[in-house]
């Protein structure tokens, strides 16, 4: 038995802030869900920085500073190199 439920009631028990926290507290309590997640946002912010060049460039700049990034570099530039 299905029902057909419309995009109004929906919003409107996403509009009931209790329920809404109850839904998050449980999202983020299982790791599954919360690994879908992480992982649909990785997607979504890579999308964005792929068409955003000055968030790159920030990117690029903040990597380009790390000490462990640059030994990154060289470890993959060798491996590069010895392939």
């Given amino acids: 038995m299905g029902f057909d439920i419309s995009k109004n009631d929906l919003l409107k028990l996403l ?3 209790t329920l809404a926290d109850e839904v998050v507290k449980k999202v983020i309590e299982d790791p599954d ?5 992480a992982e649909d ?3 979504e912010i890579a999308d964005y920085l792929e068409d955003d060049p ?3 460039q920030k990117l690029i700049d903040a990597a ?4 462990d990034f640059r030994k990154r570099i060289i470890n993959e530039l060798a491996d590069e190199l010895g392939d």
């Fill in 15 to 17: 509009k009931d802030e």
């Fill in 33 to 37: 869900v919360l690994a879908d997640l």
């Fill in 41 to 43: 946002l990785a997607d």
């Fill in 54 to 56: 000055s968030i790159r």
């Fill in 64 to 67: 380009i500073g790390s000490p």
